[in-house]
């Protein structure tokens, strides 16, 4: 079907910076929007950025001014850039894509996470 491949985590001093990137492979026609949620310990899973297909955005509250995201169409990608990083970001940090796949068939893909750790 369709898996969702995630890179770039890592460990960061705060203040630093890191580039995530996602992307979608398989019987895909087309991926609508793609987001990034990240999930702290003990803590739910959150929405951080959206993208639409036609490349509207929408960011929460605590990452605006700081994190971009931004997609290749061309290449089904979505990336996270992340700037002026704090011990709050740290989590793990999901892909998400609504795809249209197979024969006439949309859903929402995962995945499998990355390790953010924003610490001196």
């Known amino acids: 079907q369709v898996q969702l491949v995630e890179s770039g985590g890592d460990l960061v001093q705060p203040g630093g910076s890191l580039r995530l990137s996602c992307a979608a492979s398989g019987n895909i026609f ?46 089904n990608t979505v990336y996270l850039q992340m700037n002026s990083l704090k011990p709050e970001d740290t989590a793990v940090y999901y892909c998400n894509a609504n795809v249209d796949f197979s024969f006439r068939r949309r859903g929402d893909f995962w995945g499998q996470g990355t390790q953010v750790t924003v610490a001196s």
């Open 30 to 75: 087309s991926v609508n929007d793609m987001g990034w949620y990240r999930q702290a310990p003990g803590k739910e899973r959150e929405l951080v950025a959206v993208i639409s297909s036609d490349g509207s955005t929408s960011y929460a509250d605590s990452v605006k001014g700081r994190f971009t995201i931004s997609r290749d169409n061309a290449e």
